[in-house]
T-cell receptor, first 111, second 114 residues
Framework: RKEVEQDPGPFNVPEGATVAFNCTYS??????FFWYRQDCRKEPKLLMS???SGNEDGRFTAQLNRASQYISLLIRDSKLSDSATYLCVVNMRTGGFKTIFGAGTRLFVKA | SAVISQKPSRDICQRGTSLTIQCQVD?????MFWYRQQPGQSLTLIATANQGSEATYESGFVIDKFPISRPNLTFSTLTVSNMSPEDSSIYLCSVEEGLNNEQFFGPGTRLTVL
């Protein structure tokens, strides 16, 4: 089983739609959680951290369920510019910190 | 967040040769990381570059193939040695910042081995 698993996608949605991505992690010692965005042929960029209480940044809402070892990202009112690959990322403490990247979920937002 | 640059941005190399990739950060950082991202795949950590000590390699990666230098707190190099077409990939360096150890990446080096 992979340490971080995501919906493979691709998700094809029209502009204005709401789309949700899911991610599960296997190691209960995981400490911190993130969503990254990666555009085609570019480096990953931090979209938002994910906190236990859930957090929102504009159209983006991230939630964490430690009991189920589950993370989600909700995008409301999708824009064409949201088209990208979304990576679920988990830091786990193994002496230091080890960062594990999910395989990513492709999102295509169409007009 | 730190500003990270990498050189070269891309290269096409012949098998059997070696390429050294440079990573420069605009601030001092304790640890720098080198990742590989093969086509259609997610990121795989190659090694952690520590200033003043040898790099720490992940399972499946060895120093002879991927020697790393870390001469100071703002710079690191990764060499891809004796390249084969299977080494064709994007190589990314990153640094950790923030209370939650968020990672920030350089723009990557796109390597094609013929």
């Amino acid at each position: 089983r992979k340490e971080v698993e995501q919906d493979p996608g691709p998700f094809n949605v029209p502009e204005g739609a709401t789309v949700a991505f899911n991610c599960t992690y296997s190691n209960s010692a995981s400490q911190s959680f993130f969503w990254y965005r990666q555009d085609c042929r570019k480096e990953p960029k931090l979209l938002m951290s994910v906190y236990s209480s859930g957090n929102e940044d504009g159209r983006f809402t991230a939630q964490l369920n430690r009991a189920s070892q589950y993370i989600s990202l909700l995008i409301r009112d999708s824009k064409l510019s949201d088209s990208a690959t979304y990576l679920c990322v988990v830091n786990m403490r193994t002496g230091g910190f080890k960062t594990i990247f999910g395989a990513g979920t492709r999102l295509f937002v169409k007009a | 967040s730190a500003v990270i640059s990498q050189k070269p941005s891309r290269d096409i190399c012949q098998r059997g040769t070696s390429l050294t990739i440079q990573c420069q950060v605009d601030s001092q950082v304790t640890m720098m990381f080198w990742y590989r991202q093969q086509p259609g795949q997610s990121l795989t950590l190659i090694a952690t570059a520590n200033q003043g000590s040898e790099a720490t390699y992940e399972s499946g990666f060895v120093i002879d193939k991927f020697p790393i230098s870390r001469p100071n707190l703002t710079f690191s190099t990764l060499t891809v040695s004796n390249m084969s077409p299977e080494d064709s990939s994007i190589y990314l360096c990153s640094v950790e910042e923030g209370l939650n150890n968020e990672q920030f990446f350089g723009p990557g080096t796109r390597l094609t081995v013929l």
